[in-house]
Each structure stands twice: as structure tokens, then as C-alpha cells.
T-cell receptor
Framework: DAGVTQSPTHLIKTRGQQVTLRCSPKSGHDTVSWYQQALGQGPQFIFQYYEEEERQRGNFPDRFSGHQFPNYSSELNVNALLLGDSALYLC?????????????FGSGTQLSVL | AQSVTQPDIHITVSEGASLELRCNYSYGATPYLFWYVQSPGQGLQLLLKYFSGDTLVQGIKGFEAEFKRSQSSFNLRKPSVHWSDAAEYFCAVGPINTGTASKLTFGTGTRLQVTL
């Protein structure tokens, strides 16, 4: 049983570009959340998707957007990249209807903005 | 707004020694509490969680944590540390009423170094 998979593992972009990160949740999971982890910091919640809609959002600008597909996989899009967007982006999945459910995290995508 | 404080940025212990990592939280109600571990280049792995009930919770790899409401703390402990425990440890808090514990607030982490 594959866990949460993310692609690509590493990415280098320049300021002003756009980037798309991808996530496939653990089998049986229907909820995907995205986190940004800057160097030396804890992960920060970006947003959560289930039933193909954004349900909760953290304190991130509209440059950060996402999508969830019918197969529960998800994309994170970041437009107009800034140097400060350099971070490890983590995807986590869970089952929405389980209130005691734990999150399963992927290994992340390391984004470097030059 | 909720917040998590991990006052120790870096801790070094000898292999076989006991370990306690501190975590204090600020939250308006009873939260879900978690400890995660992250090895270099890896995602986060859940060590243990507290939702309700017994305030001393057991986790994987011999870790345990105690929820103390009066102190707003959820400290992580291990009686005897192994070299493989060297990693970054994160305490996190989440809302209890969203139906899913996916919107977590993390602390800044404690880096554990184990000397042989």
C-alpha cells in the first residue's frame, strides 16, 4: 500500500514564475492538506481539500491555489513566485469522516526560488 | 489564535539517557495534540496523539507524552534514547471540532542530537 506520494521531489524556479506541485493521497483517503515548511521552521497550513473543494485555508495569499481531482489527488499552484516561497511543501492525507484520524505526510517537494 | 511553543531549539543527549522535549500550547478549547518526528529529507511521522481520556499517551518507538491541562503542556518523553532517535521533533495542536485533524498548528521544532 503506497503512502502519500508527491512529485517532483525537487524543483528550481526563478522569481515571477509559476509552479505546480502534485500529491497522491494514501489509498482510502479522501482529504488532502498542504503545508509549507520554511527552513528551520515548523510546517504551516496552506489549505485543505475534500470533495474537490477548498474547505479550510491558512494565512496564505491568493497566489497559492489548489485543486483536487475526482480520484482525490491534488495539485498546489503558486503564481508569481517570490524568493520567500522557497520551502519544503508537504502534502498530507486523511479520511474526513474519521474524527480521530491521523494525518499521513508525504516526503515533500523542495522548492528553490532563485 | 492557537500557538505552539517548543522552547528548546536544540537538545543533545547521550545514547541510553532519558529524554524530555517540552511543548506548550495556547488554545481556546480542548485541542487535539500531536508529536511528529522528521528525519532529514523526509516527511513527518506521527509518534503519538492525544484526543481525550488518559492524559498519559503511549506512542511508537518507545515514546510517551503527558497532557497537563493546568500547565497547557504536552511534553514528550523517552526513558532511554537510541542513536536512531536523532531527528527533528514537532509538537502540533489541532481543532477538535472540524471532523478531521488536518488543520494543524506546529511548533518550530526541537532538533535532537544523540551522542554515542
Amino acid at each position: 500500500d503506497a503512502g502519500v506520494t508527491q512529485s517532483p521531489t525537487h524543483l528550481i524556479k526563478t522569481r515571477g514564475q509559476q509552479v505546480t506541485l502534485r500529491c497522491s493521497p494514501k489509498s482510502g483517503h479522501d482529504t488532502v492538506s498542504w503545508y509549507q515548511q520554511a527552513l528551520g521552521q515548523g510546517p504551516q497550513f496552506i489549505f485543505q481539500y475534500y470533495e474537490e473543494e477548498e474547505r479550510q485555508r491558512g494565512n496564505f495569499p491568493d497566489r497559492f491555489s489548489g485543486h483536487q481531482f475526482p480520484n482525490y489527488s491534488s495539485e498546489l499552484n503558486v503564481n508569481a513566485l517570490l524568493l520567500g516561497d522557497s520551502a519544503l511543501y508537504l502534502c498530507a492525507s486523511s479520511r474526513r469522516r474519521r474524527t480521530d484520524e491521523k494525518l499521513f505526510f508525504g516526503s515533500g517537494t523542495q522548492l528553490s526560488v532563485l | 489564535a492557537q500557538s505552539v511553543t517548543q522552547p528548546d531549539i536544540h537538545i543533545t543527549v547521550s545514547e541510553g539517557a532519558s529524554l524530555e522535549l517540552r511543548c506548550n500550547y495556547s488554545y481556546g478549547a480542548t485541542p487535539y495534540l500531536f508529536w511528529y518526528v522528521q528525519s532529514p529529507g523526509q516527511g513527518l511521522q506521527l509518534l503519538l496523539k492525544y484526543f481525550s481520556g488518559d492524559t498519559l499517551v503511549q506512542g511508537i518507538k518507545g515514546f510517551e507524552a503527558e497532557f497537563k491541562r493546568s500547565q497547557s503542556s504536552f511534553n514528550l518523553r523517552k526513558p532511554s534514547v537510541h542513536w536512531s532517535d536523532a531527528a527533528e521533533y514537532f509538537c502540533a495542536v489541532g481543532p477538535i471540532n472540524t471532523g478531521t485533524a488536518s488543520k494543524l498548528t506546529f511548533g518550530t521544532g526541537t532538533r535532537l542530537q544523540v551522542t554515542l
